[in-house]
């Protein structure tokens, strides 16, 4: 209380918004989401242009109608939740992840290589960062098993673990895939433990037998795809140039209508030229089926004829912001809609994230390569540069704790001012390597279009805050389970 009364006090660090008729703030010290009475919403309004002692906040609240119990009451929870400050706004402590923090997440490489020739591809395009020459192409089962006992030595304590397969194009290790969902369920077992699974494709050697397979075994699969045919085949290639979508659109179908254990997502990889989101999000959505279509901008040094104009990510976000409002409009009803960078981010703020890291990668999810090194995550598999250990000896801590040193949002310098921090943590650590050389960079060619996504994405939680508080309740209970 002595601390309270002898200093001016001033506005800590958060965001202003509102929503559904009614005022709210996003406090960057940790993540949570206030609504604030008119009375309050004034307050702070007062202390942005002026500091106020205790007495004055009280008197302040008092002639807008506030009894002294209460206005007392209100400036102590408004500072101890770090709405108001005294003195100078002091960056919050955003604490590192242990450095024996169990794993949760393996994301097996099985082969790097792939069918398609996609243009953009990060593995294999002009700005890869992968040099798999003399390395395997294919992972073979004893490393695969390898992979596996390290991911359960590794994840001690974690009474569950998920194993992602990925590729080149997964699917063409298909045979291996069976074997590892087999021994990693008896292995895991063993221990009183399970395992889930999930991968992702180009759906090009989708077959009844495969599909029939990931049904019986509940694995997610998300496929990457962009679009109907004209958007899909500008990009999306044989190595001959011939298009994709006559050949993955049959089997899409029935991949959509025989797995009846999990949804089923795309995944858009946005480009020069394919930005046209609604209409992308209308074909994948409703024409063929997927239970949920996430979209993401090209990764890339700037420099490619495939990279998003600035001036299209406007129109992007204009879209993105048209599906965020009906969302919005479903999840009021009680529905789930399909667009998932509204479900992912409603989804954090639920939680009441606040990121020391922009994703788990090298913290909670390592990669492991078709030959056994691991990696940060998949997108810097093979990479030689990347390389954090191998299956076979183990993660080197040094390695591990040098990369997430440097992408801690802390040492991010021009994260600092900004309120989406808690959020974005800097953005996608192998973009930021592409964009800037560095994996600890914050990717600031995103940073104005994720304050305003971000935006978007509070008002919307609050709207349902305000009107169907039901439905993010059973909203959190469902992303517990996913």
């Given amino acids: 209380m002595t601390a309270m009364t002898a200093h001016a006090y001033g506005p800590g660090e958060f965001h202003a918004f509102d929503s559904a008729g009614r005022k709210f703030i996003y406090l960057v010290s940790s993540g949570a989401v206030f ?19 205790r007495h004055e906040l009280i008197e302040n609240l008092a002639a807008r109608g506030y009894g002294q119990d209460d206005a007392e009451g209100l400036v102590r929870e408004l500072y101890l939740a770090q709405v108001i400050v005294a003195g100078e706004i002091a960056a919050p402590v955003v604490s590192p992840p242990p450095a024996d923090f169990p794993l949760a997440s393996l994301v097996m490489n099985i082969t790097n290589q792939c069918n398609l020739s996609c243009t953009y591809c990060y593995e294999f395009g002009a700005d890869k960062i992968a040099t798999p020459q003399g390395k395997p192409k294919y992972m073979d089962l004893e490393t695969a098993r390898a992979s596996v006992d390290f991911l359960l030595r590794e994840s001690r304590g974690r009474r569950a673990v998920h194993i992602t397969f990925f590729g080149g194009e997964t699917l063409m290790n298909f045979k291996l895939l069976r074997e590892v969902v087999s021994y990693a369920r008896e292995q895991a077992a063993a221990e009183g433990r399970t395992v889930d699974f999930s991968l992702t494709t180009n759906a090009t050697l989708l077959t009844a037998e495969i599909i029939a397979f990931l049904s019986d075994n509940a694995i997610g699969v998300t496929v990457s795809m962009d679009g109907p045919a004209d958007l899909q085949d500008r990009r999306r290639v044989y190595k001959n140039g011939r298009g994709s979508y006559a050949r993955i659109e049959p089997r899409l179908r029935a991949l959509i209508a025989g797995h009846r254990t999990r949804a089923i997502t795309a995944r858009v990889t946005l480009t020069d030229g394919v930005t046209d989101v609604l209409r992308i999000y209308r074909h994948l959505k409703d024409d063929l089926g997927f239970h949920e279509v996430g979209f993401a901008p090209v990764t890339s040094s700037g420099d490619q004829d495939y990279s998003v104009k600035a001036e299209d990510m406007e129109s992007v976000l204009a879209q993105f912001q048209a599906l965020a409002r009906e969302w919005l409009e479903y999840a009021l009803q009680g529905r789930m809609h399909g667009f998932s960078n509204v479900s992912e981010t409603i989804g954090e703020l639920v939680k009441g994230v606040n990121k020391s890291h922009p994703c788990g990668a090298a913290i909670g999810l390592v990669g492991v390569s078709p030959g056994g090194d691991i990696s940060p995550c998949h997108r810097f598999t093979d990479a030689d540069t990347h390389t954090l250990g191998h299956i076979s000896t183990g993660i080197d801590k040094t390695k591990q704790q040098d990369f ?78 996913a």
């Avoid at 609504?35 to 002692?53: F, P, W």
């Avoid at 973009?431 to 971000?454: K, S």
Wanted: glycine share 8%; net charge negative; hydrophobic share 35%.
């Fill in 35 to 53: 609504e604030l009475d008119q009375a309050a919403s004034e307050l702070l309004a007062e202390l942005g242009q002026r500091r106020m002692h």
């Fill in 404 to 481: 997430l040193a440097r992408g801690h949002v802390s040492a991010k310098y021009e994260c600092q001012s900004c309120w989406a921090r808690p959020l974005c943590a800097g953005g996608c650590h192998h973009e930021a390597f592409v964009r800037y050389g560095d994996t600890g960079h914050a990717n600031l060619h995103y940073c104005d279009w994720i304050r305003q996504w971000t935006d978007t994405c509070l008002r919307i939680y609050g709207a349902l805050s305000a009107h169907n508080p039901e439905f993010l309740e059973r909203f959190a209970e469902r992303k517990a389970l």
